[in-house]
Every structure is written in C-alpha cells, then in structure tokens.
C-alpha cells in the first residue's frame, strides 16, 4: 500500500475474499477449510486498512470525521445481512448448511469486486499518494475525476505543466517502514494505537460471541429464533452510527474516543446483569450499542491520520494485526466466562481512554508527510518560480 499504491491491495482483497470462499464451499476436509479461512482472513485484512487509509486521502479534513463515522452503517448492514442468511439457512444457529452459508457471506465481496473494476475512480490512486510520489500526471487525472464526478469541472486543474515537484518522498521498504515506526516520536504513536486496536477488536468480536449467548437468557425476548436476535442487534448498531457521525463531526478525535469508550465500560458493567433478566442489562445493551461506533471508528481512523503518508500502510497494518489477536483471545474468554470477559473489556476501554491522548489530536490537521520540507507552509509542489498556476495539497 505505501509502495505500490492504495489500489493493488484493495484489488488483490477485492479478487482474493470472493475466490477463497468460493474454494472454501468446496473444501474435501476440514484441514483445508482451516488454510482457506486462515487465506480469507489474510484477504480481508489486506483491504480493510487501506481501504480507511484511502477514505481519509481523498476526504476534506473537515469531513474526515464524518465520513469515516459513516463507513460504521457497512458493520451495520453487514451484521444484519450475515444474521438474515443465517436466518434462512441455519436459524438456529446449530446446524445448516455450512457451504452455502460461505457463499451466501462471499456474495457482497463480488459485488464490490465488480463494482469497483467498473468504477472510473479505479483508473487512479489517491490524489495526495500520487502527489507525494511526485507522479503529477496521474494526480492530475485523479483531481479531474474527482471534479467531475462531483459535478465540480471547473475546479479541475486544466494544465500540469506550471506543477513542479519540489521534495519527493523517499520510497521505504518494510523493514525500513517498520523502523520508523520503531523510534521516537513514532513509536509511542504506535504503541498507543495497538491498545486501541486490541481494545477495539476484543470488545466487537467477544460481544459478537457474548450477544447470542447473553440474550438466551432473557425472559422477555419471546420465541424469536436466535438469528433473529442477531438481526435485531444489528440494527440496534444503526442509531449508534448516526451518533458517532454526529460525536466525530463535532468533538475532538481523544475526547470522542474517551467518552465513548468510558460509556462502553459503564455498559458492560451493566450488562453484567442481562443473564439475569434485570432490567438494567437491557439498558447496558443499548448505551453499549449506542457508544461502541464512536469507540470503533475514531480507532479505524486514527492511524490514517497520525502516520506519515510514506508509511501509513505499514504502520494501519501493524496496529491492526493486534486487533487480529483479540479476535483469537476474545471469544476464548467470552467461553470461560461471560463475566470475565465483560470485565475485561471494561478494563480494556477504561485504559483506551487513557490511551487516546498519547496521540496527537488530528481533527483539524492535515495529513503528514514524512518526506515534506521543514517549513510547514510550504507545499511538496507547487509552480516554479515567477509562474502561476495550480498546486496541489491536501483539503
């Protein structure tokens, strides 16, 4: 992603989700079933990071917040959409069968596949990656699509002539990204974003575990079959993203995070309580379901705006292969104790919150560049001197 570009790793996840669970349906024996899996994880995580990292590239920095926020009704819809096939295949969530139930979860992937290759935005890369590779041709061609794609032509930039690149940016390879990452003042960045990341992921797959479990428990749910629950609490999602675009729109990135991540900690507590019909558990489901999105996605969006353009890709994977390790931990401690594991995510969120203001606060700051120039109003291109024209930065 930093290398190569945004797109090759969005197609690659794009082309790779969708094929390896077409192979999947087909696996002869549960060892393949697991490498495939392992094959489709590795897949998705490809994608997912830079797919936040673009979003924040091509979004204005007042927008950033928002937009992000709003990528949490995709957890939303998806929660919903897995819950509706288990719903007509295995609604009892025992038994089904399974190989269509892979296919059946495949199908949004190929749709975005099919999408994107038909989408003109896949022509190019991000507008401010091609600029700080100095490719200024196709970061031309980007803000032209941008323009007109968004009704807008006459902001288009109609001559690339008057552009000169003033500071390349150095090209790293993944030890040397890995490096920067390693020392100051990049490496407390890095290990603050790993807790969020772990903290994040431990609470959203170990809840994903605990809901299904958690609402047996509750008299007053009917005779609903357990899919259906799960679509319920999909949508209980819903209002909660409609918040955190409201919460990250307006507040500061630490405050936001903290606040939500403290109310999730109040939740859980309470939820503590749901097994044994109480009330009050209800009440922790629904502040939880309205808090988490907050918590989720200023955690996706920080590591887009905190590390540096040359080693955004590197650095989003690195914090987020210690969200993959909760995904392990999570419903293991969810199966030990429902309890245990509502303790610790409360812990875990307390310490997020302390976490968060390790970082630095990014809501009004422009994307960095490792490579740009000491002085800070000077921009990596612009026209040579005594000549006019149109340079480009960031928005």
Known sequence: GDRFGRRVPMLCSSAGIPC????????PNLLSVYALRFALGSFAGLGIPVAFVILSEVTPKQLRGVSV???????????????????????DLQSGPWRRLVLWAACPALKLLVCGLLSPVTRYDTAHWLGVQGRIDEMVGAINT???????????????????????????????????????????????????????????YGSAVLWPLAWAHVRERGHLEPAAELMATALLGVPGVFLAMGVMHMLPRRCALAGAAVLCALACRALMSLECGSPVGLVGVAVFKLSFPTWQMVTMLLPAEVFPTQIKSCG????????????????????LSHEGFLASTATLALLASIAVYLLP???????????????????LMGPPPETEGTCYGAT
Not at 316 to 333: E, K, N
Not at 361 to 379: G, Q, S, Y
Request: aromatic share 6%; net charge neutral.
């Open 20 to 27: 390896t669970a077409l192979l999947t349906s087909l696996a």
């Open 69 to 91: 926020a709003a990528m949490g009704f995709a957890w939303c819809i998806g929660e919903f959409y897995a819950a509706a096939g288990l719903l007509l295949l295995a609604p």
């Open 146 to 204: 941008m323009a007109r794609l968004n009704g807008r032509e006459e902001l288009g930039i109609k001559e690339c002539r008057n552009l000169t690149v003033k500071a390349k940016a150095a090209t790293l390879d993944h030890t040397q990204a890995l490096a920067e990452l390693g020392r100051a003042p990049l490496l407390v960045c890095t290990l603050a974003q790993c807790l969020l990341c772990f903290a994040k992921d431990f609470a959203l």
């Open 316 to 335: 989003y994977s690195m914090v987020a292969l210690f969200g993959r390790l909760a995904t392990v931990v999570a419903p293991a401690i969810v199966g």
């Open 361 to 379: 606060e990014t809501r009004a700051a422009e994307l960095v560049d490792a490579a740009a120039p000491k002085e800070p109003t000077e921009p």
